[in-house]
């Protein structure tokens, strides 16, 4: 009430304001019209830039964190001679190209044949700046420095922006980076708390196929297959299923493209039916942990591994069938969620049902379970 | 390995200064609008309307740097292991130590004497009240 008495007051005094402060006063609402009318984008593109800057601010922070963790469990596990924050700047700015696609027969090879040559580059890196750290340690390690990695990308990618806009003032090169914006946040938060993760070797929500599979071959003999895999002879409502995922429990996703081919050929080709399982992206709305079964090659990445799983299925006509985990990209780098891991228990009766429907008793099918076993053994 | 706060940037101290002062100023003009409103009731007003204004907004950008720096924050929820022993069904929860993982074989059971085996490892996130929608 006091306000409101306040506010009349106020008005009944401007009302009474010398007809000069009266000219002033409508000479300012116009300068302020016409100020709106001329600079309207400039004041818009303003309003944006400042927007991007608070985020770049965040991001920067992120970044700084993420290379001060990488840092800290290096020199907390690998326990250098040296200190090894240079060699952890220069990890940070490694960059791969590509193969050229303009001819794309051959590609897949070219492109596997760059990812082999990086993925032994990275290790070799990790074993020189960590050299005590194990197997299992290097792979979570190696797991760290690709999310701080990833964090030092996003960050100067927007900062890249941000400047270009700036030194441009151009309004469409600053409402694109704008417009992406939460996405981009969303992404590197999730990153960045997928760096605690790797670097105390926690399951994370893409882990949830391997996990599926690591509960339906724990018990059983292990064998490995190549590229980093394992897979278990497993008796399953009466088929013979031989369970595939990535070696746990270090950070690693393996090669289940070129698992499953083996297991295939090892067959020679006798194989009643394949069933992949892997976390996949829900869409705003959907529910975390729900299940969903489909037709296809389960698996993310660049693609090697799908191509190599397809080929080998054609060659011999093999069925395959694909149950997903859903989850967001927040979830599937931090953490699995308690939601996710109780997720398991509902995909391996959704797998047993596929296979009770789509193959025989005594048939054998193949089981894989695809993601990062960071925190997840077998 | 609790409830993970990154240490949260503070204010500058400089940004901490400029509001500071000019709340101060703000606050001023309100004191001298009541001492000068027998005198001259128009400045008064004026003097008012800016102490007025002053406060709200530097109390409002106060609270929105605070805002920021808080959205800044990465907290992470504690992970939990669960421990069971097969044989018995004995049932621990305790927070994560680094070397956990997934089927890991563990200490004898207080219980049984068997060996207990690590079943869970997950974090537990309190959603924040969602927003309803029809659809």
Not at chain 1, 259 to 278: F, L, P, R, S, Y
Not at chain 2, 46 to 55: A, E, H, S, T
Request: glycine residues 8%; neutral net charge; hydrophobic residues 45%.
């Amino acid at each position: 009430m006091t306000i409101i008495c306040t506010i009349a007051a106020v008005q009944n005094q401007l009302l009474q304001f010398p007809s000069d402060i009266q000219t002033l006063v409508n000479i300012l609402l116009y300068l302020v019209f016409f100020a709106f009318i001329f600079y309207g984008q400039k004041i818009q593109m303003y309003s944006m830039l400042r927007e991007v800057e608070g985020s770049l601010y965040k991001l920067k922070y992120i970044r700084d964190e993420g290379r001060k963790t990488a840092i800290e469990t290096i020199k907390e596990i690998g326990k250098p001679q040296a200190d090894p924050t240079a060699q952890v700047d220069r990890f940070l700015e490694y960059f791969m190209i590509s193969p050229q696609s303009l001819d794309p027969a051959g590609v897949v090879w070219k492109l596997e044949h760059i990812l082999d040559v990086r993925d032994v580059r990275l290790k070799d890196e990790v074993k020189l700046m960590a050299p005590a750290a194990d197997e299992t340690q290097a792979n979570n390690l190696e797991n760290t420095l690709e999310a701080a990695m990833a964090l030092n990308y996003i960050y100067k990618a927007i900062r890249h922006y941000y400047l270009l806009g700036k030194k441009t003032y151009s309004l469409y090169v600053i409402m694109q980076i704008q417009m992406i914006l939460p996405m981009i946040m969303r992404e590197a938060e999730a990153y960045a708390s997928a760096l605690k993760a790797f670097a105390y070797g926690q399951p994370i929500g893409d882990g949830a196929g391997a996990l599926v599979a690591a509960r339906l071959m724990h018990g059983h003999e292990t064998k490995k297959l190549p590229k980093d895999c394992v897979v278990a002879t497993v008796p399953f409502e009466g088929r013979t299923a031989f369970v595939i995922k990535a070696e746990g429990p270090g950070g690693n996703v393996g090669r289940p493209g070129d698992a499953i081919k083996t297991v295939i050929e090892e067959n020679e080709g006798k194989i009643a039916n394949v069933i992949m399982i892997d976390a996949a992206l829900k869409l705003e709305g959907e529910e975390l942990g729900e299940i969903a079964e489909g037709i296809g090659a389960a698996i993310g990445g660049p693609g090697v591994d799908q191509y190599k799983i397809e080929d080998s299925l054609l060659k011999y006509r093999i069925p395959i069938n694909a149950v997903i985990i859903k989850e967001d990209i927040g979830d599937a780098v931090s953490p699995m969620r308690k939601e996710i891991f109780d997720a398991a228990d509902k995909a391996i009766e959704r797998i047993k049902q596929v296979v009770l429907e789509r193959s025989k008793e005594g048939d054998k099918i193949i089981i894989a379970g695809v993601g990062n076993s960071i925190g997840i053994g077998q | 390995m609790g409830e993970n706060r990154s240490g949260p940037p503070r204010i500058s101290p400089f940004s901490l200064m400029v509001i500071l002062a000019a709340l101060a100023l703000s606050l001023l003009a309100l004191v001298f609008s009541v001492s000068v409103f027998e005198e001259n009731a128009d400045a008064a007003w004026i003097l008012l309307l800016m102490g007025v204004v002053g406060v709200a907004m530097s109390t409002y950008v106060l609270l929105q740097t605070r805002k920021r720096l808080a959205k800044m924050r990465i907290v992470i929820p504690p992970v939990m292991t669960t421990i069971e022993c097969k044989k018995c069904g004995f049932k621990n929860v305790r927070e994560f130590q680094r070397g956990d993982f997934v089927f890991k074989e563990l200490e004898p059971c207080q219980k049984c004497n068997d060996k207990m085996l690590i079943t869970a490892i997950y974090k537990e996130v309190k959603e924040k009240e969602r927003q309803r929608f029809p659809f």
